[in-house]
C-alpha cells in the first residue's frame, strides 16, 4: 500500500509524456512563422559619419503619390545599424524614408530595375547609408548639461551622485518640453536613455562590494596593519612603502574605492601613534591605489567600464599592463620618500610598545574559518574572471556568483551585508551613463572624435600620447569615471580609424590616463574624495594645495612611464 501512490505518480507521468507529440504535432506554429515566409523584404544598415551604427532611426516605406497617407511598410534600425521592410507586394514606385533625431532625414526612392529585382527574388538589398549629424538646439543644451554636471562634481558644489541626478532629470525635462513643443532642443527619452546604461558595470561593482563586506567581517585588513608595522620595525619610511604596496595589491584585487575605506581609518591610527603626520601614510596610499588597480579588471571604476565596452577582461589587463604599473610604482616610491623626507625624521626607529600592543589586540583574525572560505571563493572568483574570457563569459557573472556563494556558506547578516554595498557609487554611475550618453545622442562625442581623429591622423604613436598624457591631463580637474565614460566612444572611433589599433592599445591607453591622471588633483578621482572625507571627519584633513604637491609631480611621472611602457609592449617603436 506503500508504493501505491508513487505506482499512480509514474504512471500519470508516463501518460503525460506519451501525449507530448500529440499535444505538440496538435499545436499550430506561431502566426510569425507564416509571415516571414511571404512578402517583399527591403533591406539596408544605417552607419554614422565614424563608422558607428545608428540605432532607432525609423524607416518607412511611402508611395511617393500617397506620401500623406499611412506608410505601407515601417521598421527600426537595430543596434548594429540594419533595418528590414516586410511589404505584401510591390507597388509600382516605392519612396524609403528614414528619421532619426539629430541626423537629417534622408529619401531614396526606388527606380525601376530595383522594384523588379524586388518583385523576381522577394529581397532588395540597399547600400549601406551614412546619416549626417544635424546640430540642434538639443545640442547646445546637452553639452551645456554635461559641462555643469562635470563643474559641479570637480568644484563639489554638489555631491557627484546628486549631481548626475540633476544632470539626467534636466535631459528629461528639457526632452519632454521638446515633444511638447519644439522638437528641435529634444534630447533622448527615458528608455533610450536606459540602453546607454552598462548594466554588466553596475552588477560586477556590486557583486564585488559585497564579496569585499564578508571578507572585511573577518579582521584580515587590521591583521594586515598590524604585520606591516611589525616588519617595518617603527622606521616609518618602510612602513609607507609596505602601506603603499599592500594598498596597490589590494587595489588590484578589490577595487581603489574599497581598498581606501579599509585603509584610511587604519593609517590615522598608526600615523598619530607614531607621532608622524597620517597624511604623509595616506596621501601615498591613495596614489598607490589608483595606479596599482590598473592591472586588473576589477581594479578600477574605469578598468570596469572599459573592460565592459571594449571586451577587455582579467587577464588582458594583467598581461598588459602590469609591468608598466610596477616601474610606475617603483618611481612614485622614490618620489615619496624624497617628498616626506622631513616626517620621516621625527621618529627614530625602533618598536613602540604601546602601539604595538594596540594594533596586535586590534589585528587579530576574528573568523579564521570565515577567512579560508571567503579565500577559496575569492580565489575561484578570480579564476572564474580568467577562465570566463575564455568562454565568453562576463566577469560580472562569476562575481555574482562568488558573491552568493559566499553568503548561503557563510550565512552572515544579509541586510548588513547589502547594506554595506554603497548605493550611492551605483546611482553615480547609472544616472552618469545617461548623461553621457545624452551627449553621444546629440553628436558632441562625434564631435571629439573628429577633433582627436584629425590631430593624430593615422599615427598610433601619437594616439596613444594623446589618450596617456592628455586625458591624463584633463583627468587631474575631471573626475575619472565621468572622464573615461565619455571617451569610450571618441577611443571605438580611433580604434577602427588608426591602423595598429585593433591590439586595443588605445583603451589601455585610456585606462593609464584616466586612473593616473586621478592623482594630480583631490578632485580627480573618486578614491582621493572618499579618502578626504575620511580624513577630515577624523579631524585631519586633506587640503586641496597639501594634495597639489605631491599628486601632480607622482601623476606626469607616472604618465610618461605608462606612455611609453604602452609603446613598447605593443612594438609601436
Known amino acids: 500500500m506503500i508504493y501505491r501512490p508513487i505506482q499512480n505518480f509514474f504512471a500519470i507521468s508516463l501518460f503525460l509524456i506519451g501525449l507530448l507529440p500529440t499535444i505538440w504535432f496538435a499545436i499550430p506554429p506561431p502566426t510569425y512563422a507564416r509571415e516571414t515566409e511571404s512578402g517583399f523584404f527591403i533591406t539596408g544598415r544605417l552607419i554614422d559619419s565614424q563608422g558607428q551604427p545608428v540605432v532607432a532611426a525609423e524607416i518607412s516605406a511611402h508611395m511617393p503619390d500617397e506620401k500623406e497617407k499611412e506608410a505601407i511598410a515601417k521598421a527600426e534600425s537595430q543596434e548594429d545599424g540594419s533595418w528590414v521592410l516586410v511589404l505584401n507586394h510591390v507597388p509600382e514606385k516605392v519612396s524609403v524614408h528614414i528619421q532619426r533625431y539629430h541626423f537629417v532625414n534622408q529619401e531614396i526612392d526606388l527606380n525601376t530595375a530595383d522594384l523588379v529585382r524586388l518583385q523576381e527574388t522577394s529581397m532588395l538589398r540597399i547600400t549601406e547609408l551614412s546619416l549626417e549629424r544635424k546640430v540642434t538646439a538639443g545640442f547646445w543644451i546637452a553639452t551645456a548639461i554635461f559641462i555643469i554636471v562635470l563643474l559641479l562634481i570637480a568644484f563639489e558644489k554638489l555631491h557627484s551622485t546628486t ?92 577595487d581603489n574605492f574599497t581598498t581606501m575605506l579599509l585603509m584610511t581609518p587604519i593609517s590615522l591610527q598608526i600615523g598619530l601613534a607614531l607621532g608622524i603626520n597620517p597624511l604623509a601614510l595616506i596621501i601615498p596610499e591613495v596614489l598607490a591605489s589608483n595606479v596599482g588597480g590598473i592591472t586588473t579588471l576589477i581594479g578600477t571604476p574605469t578598468n570596469i567600464l572599459i573592460g565592459a565596452s571594449a571586451g577587455i577582461g582579467f587577464y588582458d589587463f594583467l598581461v598588459n599592463q602590469t609591468v608598466g604599473v610596477l616601474i610606475a610604482l617603483a618611481a612614485m616610491s622614490g618620489y615619496v620618500i624624497w617628498h616626506y623626507r622631513k616626517e620621516w625624521e621625527k621618529v627614530s626607529g625602533g618598536i613602540s610598545k604601546t602601539l604595538y600592543e594596540k594594533l596586535k589586540e586590534k589585528g ?109 591631463s584633463l583627468s587631474t580637474v575631471i573626475a575619472n569615471i565621468p572622464l573615461a565614460a565619455s571617451m569610450l566612444p571618441v577611443v571605438d572611433f580611433l580604434t577602427g580609424s588608426i591602423p595598429g589599433a585593433s591590439s586595443k592599445v588605445l583603451y589601455y591607453a585610456l585606462s593609464m590616463g584616466t586612473a593616473m591622471g586621478g592623482n594630480g588633483f583631490l578632485i580627480g578621482g573618486e578614491a582621493n574624495l572618499v579618502t578626504a572625507g575620511i580624513t577630515t571627519q577624523a579631524g585631519s584633513p586633506i587640503s586641496f594645495k597639501e594634495f597639489l604637491k605631491i599628486g601632480l609631480p607622482i601623476t606626469y611621472i607616472t604618465l610618461f612611464i605608462g606612455n611609453l611602457w604602452l609603446m613598447i609592449r605593443f612594438g609601436v617603436f
Open 364 to 472: 587579530r583574525i576574528r573568523d579564521p574559518d570565515a577567512l579560508k572560505k571567503s579565500g577559496v571563493v575569492f580565489v575561484f572568483t578570480l579564476i572564474g574572471f580568467v577562465v570566463g574570457e575564455r568562454i565568453h563569459v562576463v566577469p560580472a557573472v562569476p562575481a555574482i556568483v562568488g558573491a552568493t556563494v559566499l553568503l548561503i556558506w557563510l550565512k552572515p547578516d544579509i541586510n548588513r551585508m547589502i547594506t554595506a554595498v554603497d548605493w550611492t557609487t551605483l546611482v553615480f554611475f547609472m544616472a552618469l551613463f545617461m548623461v553621457v550618453g545624452a551627449v553621444q545622442e546629440v553628436g558632441l562625442i562625434d564631435l571629439a572624435a573628429k577633433s582627436i581623429s584629425q590631430v593624430v591622423g593615422e599615427n598610433l604613436g601619437l594616439a596613444i600620447f594623446v589618450l596617456v598624457i592628455g586625458v591624463g
Open 163 to 254: 549631481a548626475a541626478l540633476l544632470g539626467a532629470s534636466a535631459v528629461f525635462l528639457v526632452s519632454a518640453l521638446g515633444t511638447a513643443f519644439d522638437p528641435s532642443i529634444y534630447i533622448l527619452n527615458f528608455e533610450r536613455a536606459l540602453t546607454y546604461i552598462n548594466w554588466e558595470v553596475i552588477f560586477l561593482v556590486m557583486a564585488m562590494m559585497i564579496v569585499v563586506a564578508v571578507i572585511e567581517e573577518t579582521g584580515i585588513f587590521q591583521w594586515t596593519a598590524f604585520q606591516a608595522y611589525r616588519l617595518s620595525r617603527g622606521r616609518s619610511w618602510v612602513l609607507a612603502l609596505i602601506l603603499m604596496a599592500f594598498t596597490a595589491v589590494a587595489s588590484a584585487l578589490l
